[in-house]
């Protein structure tokens, strides 16, 4: 089955740095991949829609300056949170689809910004 | 716009017994159907989806659901449940458009609880 990956699967970063997760498809070429955040016992929300070579769609309300989405490959879409601060940490989920009807999702990044 | 409500933010069922949990949602257009279950700290995994067809979807680990048009509603189903279904299970539509329509809205979740 279609099997999306991400990396790291926990990060610690102090306050003021930047962060960088990845987020794989390992067995298929995904035209879009999406990136949730998730806060404790909450749903998804959608952060942003990036299809690879163009310019990620954010949500209304998030930071496109703050969160820097690039997929440069079908293969592979990061999520970059700039200037972390402690407000940030949270569950981050990607998901990437090929085209079809179904997203697969990755395992989660858990950041935590001290 | 669509949205989903899950009715019940948590349900506790004793093990082997039955269990639903109900998602409702609105929508102007025609609309595929989702249930995916996390486990704490873990992403999301597909139990079932409905696209078109047969309203009774059959899923993995036991689980199904029925699409209802009239009563807008895809509740979930399991005829006896097992500790290890314990879990979030989020219900999401998103529309039967095309590529701009890719997007799943998720309901609130529901936190089942399987208790010995």
């Known amino acids: 089955g279609a099997v999306v990956s991400q990396h790291p699967s926990r990060v610690i970063c102090k306050s003021g740095t930047s962060v960088k997760i990845e987020c794989r498809s390992l067995?298929?070429?995904?035209?879009?991949m999406f990136w949730y955040r998730q806060f404790p016992k909450q749903s998804l929300m959608l952060m942003a829609t990036?299809?690879?070579?163009?310019?990620?769609?954010?949500e209304q309300g998030v930071e496109k300056d703050k969160f820097l989405i690039n997929h440069a490959s079908l293969t592979l879409s990061t999520l970059t949170v700039t200037s972390a601060h402690p407000e940030d940490s949270s569950f981050y989920i990607c998901?990437?689809?090929?085209?079809?009807?179904?997203?697969?999702f990755g395992p989660g990044t858990r950041l935590t910004v001290t | 716009a669509q949205s989903v409500t899950q009715l019940d933010s948590q349900v506790p069922v004793f093990e082997e017994a039955p269990v639903e949990l109900r998602c409702n949602y609105s929508?102007?257009?025609?609309?595929?159907l989702f249930w995916y279950v996390q486990y704490p700290n873990q992403g999301l995994q597909l139990l079932l989806k409905?696209?078109?067809?047969?309203?009774l979807v059959k899923g993995i680990n036991g689980f199904e659901a029925e699409f209802n048009k009239s009563q807008t509603s895809f509740h979930l189903r399991k005829p006896s449940v097992h500790i290890s279904d314990t879990a979030e299970y989020f219900c999401?539509?998103?529309?039967?458009?095309?590529?701009?329509?890719?997007?799943?809205?998720f309901g609130q979740g529901t936190r089942l609880t399987i208790n010995p």
């Open positions: 998901s990437a689809t090929g085209g079809l009807y179904e997203q697969y």
């Open positions: 067995d298929f070429q995904a035209t879009t």
């Open positions: 990036s299809n690879e070579g163009s310019k990620a769609t954010y």
């Open positions: 929508s102007s257009v025609s609309v595929y």
């Open positions: 409905y696209l078109s067809g047969s309203t």
């Open positions: 999401a539509v998103r529309s039967g458009g095309g590529q701009g329509a890719q997007k799943l809205v």
